[in-house]
């Protein structure tokens, strides 16, 4: 049962699924890879991604696991729960990039939490090329139910349009 439980990770349903927690500037919105002054990909297979604007741009994807199949059983033995994420910025404008995983129980509460610092992106001085971010979860006890998985960020120079953050092949996965 090893799959991705994030639903549309590389924006080939636009924006179905995610919830939009920050939608501000220009908003999100889909490009084609690489986009303008973008970066080629490196997995196969993957041709979108997600951008975001001037303002604060955030996703939310929160999994049930239960729904998704698995049984209290299985998650009270406390499985490996890998996260992964792809993030980038353009060659003429510099972005910020954040994201958020949490563990949740079954009222939500956050059980752990992977939180990285904030990402900054100058293209002046950075590769502004794709990046992976990833963390394995492991011995966090009883009373996982959900994932919380969000991310986003925005650009630094506050340009009108989607010159912000960009982000793709988004994972979660649980090892059972």
Known sequence: MTR?????????EQLEFWDLTENGGSQWKVEDM???????????????????SFELCLKRQVINLVEEGYTPEQLDAQPVVSVEDWYCGRTDCGCTYQMAVCLLDENHEVIQEFKPEQVTLDPDTDDCSWKQVSHKFTEYGPGLRHISFEHGGQDSKFWDGWFGVRVTGSSVVVDV
Do not use: R
């Open 4 to 12: 991705n439980l994030l639903k549309n990770p590389n924006g080939e």
């Open 34 to 52: 690489p986009g303008d002054c973008g970066h080629d990909f490196c997995i196969d297979g993957v041709s979108k991604y997600f951008v975001t």
